[in-house]
């Protein structure tokens, strides 16, 4: 846990990696997470592939952040694709490496699914997996929330009525996809507390580093992107080293007013990028 600066109090801090497309390049990942071990953050959770596609690569990558590097693995774990047998497999092996917390998901539709096949599937929502795991027992389960709402969902109320459904199942964690506006956030932690929603609430915070960053992950979040950040895009959209810098201190600066504004929990989606966590790690908590 990191101090908040600002109140006193601890503050969960998290990141996420996700595994190589090439199964050769998987060493890269480990070389990441010996650059950040050293920073003790709470967890890192290891993402899953579109329908289960690198399930081996993130029991193999939580596994050595379990094991070696000594931090808690939050395995990804999707509902698209699975199946009853493949999920009590994967959950096996998950147990043996020691591996105790999944961070449960719908996933979305790969490529090669056909809309028969992803009609048909074994497990429709989040929530159905999240049934299947705690009657296998042994695990501590996490959920995606969307503070701008799913963008499948008709409107924020529906999305958080699912959400809670998702909790009184037994989820203790829940960490949000990006967002670039804090107020966004704070309207819906508002909203989550009104319906009786307790699981801890981690803010999910993307620095944008590069200008071409943003399309893919704004369009399946559901973020929208304030003046601020696209005035920030165009301005360094032909200096390279300048964006980097600004976008790390717009995550910063996103993070401390978090912090002012009591915050739990951070999680860091630094695209495997282990210089940018510590920047922003050490920015946050005054080294």
């Known amino acids: 846990m990191i101090r908040n600066k600002y109140t006193g109090e601890d503050i969960i801090f998290s990141c996420e990696v996700f595994p190589p497309k090439r199964d050769d390049d998987i060493y890269e990942i480990f070389q990441t997470l010996d650059a950040i071990e050293d920073l003790k953050p709470d967890y890192i959770s290891v993402t899953y592939g579109a329908g289960g596609s690198n399930s081996k690569k993130t029991a193999k990558i939580s596994s050595y952040i379990q094991n070696v590097c000594d931090v808690e693995a939050l395995a990804h774990m999707t509902a698209v694709g699975m199946t009853h047998e493949s999920l009590t ?11 105790g917390r999944i961070l449960a998901l719908r996933g979305d539709k790969p490529r090669t699914m056909t809309e028969e096949e992803f009609e048909a599937r074994e497990f429709r929502y989040a929530s159905d997996l999240i049934r299947e795991i705690n009657r296998f027992g042994g695990f501590r389960i996490a959920a995606a929330c969307y503070p701008e709402k799913h963008p499948e969902s008709k409107d924020v109320e529906t999305d958080i009525r699912y959400l809670k459904e998702k909790c009184d199942l ?10 670039f506006d804090n107020e966004k956030f704070y309207r819906f932690r508002e909203k989550i507390e009104a319906v009786g929603i307790k699981a801890s609430l981690h803010a999910g915070i993307m620095p944008i580093t590069r200008v071409n960053q943003l399309g893919t992950s704004v369009s399946l979040s559901g973020s929208s992107v304030p003046t601020e950040l696209s005035n920030m895009i165009a301005k360094y959209a032909e200096d390279p080293a300048g964006m980097r810098r600004a976008g790390i201190e717009y995550a910063v600066r996103q993070i401390e007013d978090l912090m002012k504004n009591g915050i739990t929990g951070v999680h860091i989606y630094s695209m495997n990028k282990a210089d940018v966590t510590r920047e922003i790690y050490n920015a946050v908590v005054g080294e």
């Open 170 to 179: 037994g989820v203790e964690e829940l960490i949000t996809q990006m967002f």
């Open 89 to 99: 497999e994967r959950l096996e092996e998950l147990k043996k490496k020691a591996v």
